[in-house]
């Protein structure tokens, strides 16, 4: 039963900062998914007999990826898939499935924050037996097989029901059909206090959560309504759809504006939140009060040991480089380290492997703990729930008192969305030429004081990482990132970074925009942005 079947390589099967990602068409093309897929397994080893756990969000394209993966693992000698019912898993239940059941690695089948439907994106990404997305030296492995494959092996056998859970057989592998919700939702209730968190609901504090018709709406409703006792209808767009309902599922300030509108009314709930494609990030959105995902992470730290898994405190704090400083003054005052590292998740999971870092954020909308390899947005809206049943104040109060007491660093991103990827190139590399002249330069923020091209050095295994973003440091404080994203699909993006620092005796209640307006207008002249891009204003603020 088992076929090899010949195939040639594709030469666009590098994975990104998340995994492979492409366009459905691309995923559509005989043998594309079947290549990258054996390439994985080809750059794996000692994986016979073991367990391999497969899901995804749910969009198009999940289920019949989720086939393929089943047949070329059965074919390729797994002893066991785990498959999440429907082929749901999210992203951060994946990874608790993957470390709680001892599997040797898992398929997380998702473009994330991207759209879904036929025209839009589809994604695949291999996590390793810690639960989290696999290094480097592995993704350039499965690259490098990529590009030289020659065959792949594949069960010749009908589709497996992933829709009744159960066990069966496919041919010498077991396939376990399992609920996808909740050994997750057990886990949160180790975390977090359910019972305080409970009684403030009861005591009718509203809520809002928007799962934007992706993944977590299962989860939600069963953690949120279910097991918390909010009412029903607190989770919106609580079907995970193919297409996300044509949402764009990327929890920002633009693409759920539905939510922010809400929470800016004048009836708003007192707290309101979304999650992403596959339910990673988090956007938290107090009454008239929105977070920026790099102050949350500063004040989830600050406050960690009010929810009792977090009781014994913090053992360091990381952030990806272009989120906030605003953490680092907690860890500073927490007297912990600050772990500064490379964008993307997966630089994260050394230093929680070493129980070195607890808790770690970015600035895309991520923040996650060592209780799994991912970021987890359901996890960071329930700690946020813990601390605000146990402070009893409400968010615009708990970020006043937490600026009062550390300052506050202002912060936004702008986003140049479709630039040609050479003029993107040209912008970044003109950059790069300049960095070695900028210190001492005067600029109408300030004279900068430090430029360079991030580089880092893991400290667990020296492994190291360079060109990771233009970072610019001003003698006041402020700071301009400039970076090429990695996770999008045509094109190309430029993420540019605006912080701005006041301490506590500052002026702490400006509006971003303009607290920010220098800084902005010194990272447009700097990188020549509108010469390079032929924009003149950003395409997305966040
Ligand atoms: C994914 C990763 C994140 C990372 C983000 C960066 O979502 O999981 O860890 O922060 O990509 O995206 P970008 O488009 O800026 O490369
Ligand atoms: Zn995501």
């Known amino acids: 039963m088992i076929q090899t079947v010949s195939t040639k390589p594709f030469d666009d099967q590098k994975p990104g900062t998340s ?30 007999g073991q367990t391999l756990v497969v899901g995804g969000d749910g969009r198009y394209l999940n289920r019949e990826v989720i086939q393929i993966v089943l047949k070329m693992a059965a074919a390729n000698g797994f002893g066991r898939v785990l498959v999440g019912k429907g082929g749901i898993l999210s992203t951060p239940a994946a990874s608790h499935l993957i470390r709680s059941s001892g599997a040797f690695g898992g398929l997380v089948l ?21 639960g989290g997305p696999a290094p ?10 990529t590009l030289a494959i020659q065959s792949y092996r594949i069960l010749a056998a009908p589709d497996v029901d992933i829709d009744a859970i159960g066990t069966s057989r496919l041919g010498g592998m077991t396939v376990e059909v399992v609920d996808p919700v909740t ?5 949160m209730e180790t975390l977090f206090d359910f019972a305080a968190i409970r009684a403030m609901i009861a005591g009718r504090f509203a809520l809002s959560f928007d799962s934007m018709s992706a993944v977590t709406g299962p989860y939600a409703v069963e953690i949120f309504e279910r097991r918390l006792g909010a009412p029903a ?4 767009n609580a079907t995970p759809l193919p297409d996300f309902g044509h949402h764009h599922p990327d929890p920002n300030l633009v693409h759920a504006k539905e939510l922010y509108d809400r929470m800016m009314a004048a009836d708003a709930p007192d707290f309101g939140a979304a999650s992403d494609g596959d339910g990673d990030r988090n956007l938290i959105i107090g009454k008239h009060c929105y977070v920026t995902p790099s102050d949350s992470l500063a004040v989830l730290a600050a406050n960690a040991h009010l929810a009792p898994g977090y009781a014994k405190g913090l053992k360091g704090i990381a952030r990806s480089m272009p989120t906030s400083g605003a953490a680092d003054r907690v860890a500073e005052k927490l007297g912990i380290p600050l772990y ?15 129980g070195m870092a607890t808790i770690c954020g970015e600035e895309s909308a991520g923040t996650g703990s060592d209780h799994v390899r991912e970021k987890d947005g359901i996890w960071a809206v329930l700690l946020w729930l813990n601390i605000l049943a146990v402070r009893r104040q409400s968010v615009a109060q708990i970020m006043a008192d937490h600026w009062a007491t550390y300052g506050r660093n202002y912060y936004a991103r702008h986003d140049y969305e479709g630039i040609a990827k050479d003029r993107a190139d040209a912008l970044m590399a003109a950059l790069r030429g300049k960095i070695r002249d900028l210190p001492g330069f005067a600029t109408i923020l300030g004279t900068v004081v430090q430029a360079d091209d991030f ?17 610019i440091l001003f003698d006041d404080g402020s700071r301009i990132v400039f ?33 920010l307006f220098r800084v902005i207008e010194s990272a447009e002249r700097i990188a020549d942005i509108e010469a390079f891009t032929g924009m003149n204003a950003p395409s997305v603020i966040t």
């Open 455 to 471: 580089a880092y050095t893991d400290p667990t295994d020296a492994s190291t990482s360079s060109a990771q973003g233009v970072r």
């Open 340 to 354: 500064e590292t490379p964008t993307g998740w997966k630089f994260f999971g050394n230093l929680l492997d070493a």
């Open 110 to 130: 998702s473009a994330s924050h991207n759209p879904g439907g036929p025209d839009e994106d589809f994604g695949i990404k291999y996590n390793v037996s810690n």
């Open 19 to 48: 995994g492979l990602r492409k366009k459905v068409r691309i995923f559509q093309q005989a043998h594309y998914a079947e290549n990258f897929v054996q390439s994985v397994f080809d750059s794996l080893e000692g994986y016979e």
């Open 233 to 236: 209808g607190t989770v919106r």
């Open 483 to 515: 970076r090429l994203s990695g996770t999008g699909t045509e094109g190309a993006t430029l993420r540019v970074y605006l912080e701005r620092f006041l301490g506590p005796d500052g002026k702490l209640d400006m509006e971003t925009g303009a607290a």
């Open 136 to 145: 480097e030296k592995v993704t350039d492995a499965i690259h490098a097989r």
């Open 183 to 187: 050994g997750y939702a057990d886990l």
